[in-house]
């Protein structure tokens, strides 16, 4: 079966940094990704990690290990337009056309 | 590139009526689409995979007569909901694989459906 796991809710301050943990456990791994979700939209992709390691982009970077199913989302220079949910997805197994398995989410609120 | 429109936006109906939803990829084919059902506060539920030419394929739980996918065409899938019931009122989402892209998802806007 497929189990993602993060933080249900987080909070932090405007100009902080914050990360947000996810762990999974799925049949096969083809690849992680992270999307934020504002309130009544469609989530919007940010990153993608099928290996071990940090990939940056700008003041987002996400960071995969394979052995320890783990990955974290890492938001620098908070501001509040970054209030929304981030979701965690995980493509279980490599091939053609697979669908990915979301994590619940985590709502992150930035206060001023 | 890699535009997805899904319309309507929002849309409001009685129960027992039934609703379309379409999802088409703008600039690109879309071998595969897929459906998701999102409630209030949480994540995105998978119900369905659609692929060009075929039936689908839905998820455990998700009533194939009630929600019906047609995937005509390389750039067009629609979800009918049959004799909508007020507990079908969530946000559906359609999202797009394109052909030969190993992983480049693209999401549709999403549709509010709400039944009264």
């Known amino acids: 079966g497929q189990n993602i796991d993060q933080p249900t809710e987080m909070t932090a301050t405007e100009g902080a940094i914050v990360q947000i943990n996810c762990t999974y456990q799925?049949?096969?791994?083809?690849?992680l990704f992270w999307y934020q979700q504002h309130a009544g939209e469609a989530p919007t992709f940010l990153s993608y990690?099928?290996?071990?390691g940090l990939e940056e982009k700008g003041r987002f970077s996400s960071f995969l290990s394979r052995s320890k199913g783990y990955s974290y989302l890492l938001l620098k220079e908070l501001q509040m337009k970054d209030s929304a949910s981030y979701l965690c997805a995980v493509r279980p197994s490599s091939g053609s056309a697979r669908q990915l398995t979301f994590g619940s989410g985590t709502q992150l609120t930035v206060l001023p | 590139g890699a535009v997805v429109s899904q319309h309507p936006s929002w849309v409001i109906c009685k129960s027992g009526t039934s609703v379309k939803i379409e999802c088409r990829s703008l600039d690109f084919q879309a071998t595969t689409m897929f459906w998701y059902r999102q409630f209030p506060k949480q994540s995105l539920m998978l119900m369905a995979t659609s692929n060009e030419g075929s039936k689908a394929t839905y998820e455990q739980g998700v009533e194939k007569d009630k929600f019906l996918i047609n995937h005509a065409s390389l750039t067009l899938s629609t979800l009918t909901v049959t004799s909508a019931h007020p507990e079908d009122s969530s946000f559906y989402i359609c999202?797009?694989?394109?052909?030969?892209?190993?992983?480049?998802?693209?999401f549709g806007s999403g549709t509010r459906l709400t039944v009264v």
């Open positions: 999202s797009a694989q394109r052909a030969g892209s190993n992983y480049g998802y693209t």
């Open positions: 990690n099928v290996l071990d």
């Open positions: 799925t049949s096969g791994f083809n690849g």
